[in-house]
């Protein structure tokens, strides 16, 4: 928002037009929700990309002059879920992640292909395997990911 000189509010951007780059060919972010909680034990991490919508991150993304698309929707497609899945004790559910995953890497690959930004919301960190092959499907090791979390993540003691 700036305050105009007559007094009066006036929303704006602080960005004329959004950054040009060769991975962002016609100006679209496709949205690609992914509300998957199989790779690992906690419940919630599925509400993620269904929250972030409801939030306005759809209408911040067009405030900033990009165009939006959806690459699916925001169901859990439980029909991906094998009655049994050969758990271990380091993987969870792990036919059911690399279904979803396929799934996840053909709409990445899809947005990719059309040129738009494919910007993949979940709350798993497994549907990383398929965003990352759906991007080097269409750009090989020429791609960048920026990768966003509620919260740090470290493999390392310090």
Known sequence: MVLLENGTMEETSFYPEPTKNKFLVNNTVSVIPVPFSGGQGKRGVELGPIEL????LIDQLKKL????????????????KPEFDGESELLKNPIWVSNTCKDVAERVQSACAKGNFALTLGGDHSIAVGTIAGTTAVYGDDL??????????SLFKF
């Open 53 to 56: 919508e409801k939030f306005g």
């Open 144 to 153: 960048c990911v920026v990768w966003v979390d509620a919260h740090a993540v």
């Open 65 to 80: 002059g990009y165009n939006v698309t959806r690459e699916g929707t925001s169901d859990v497609d439980m029909s991906k």
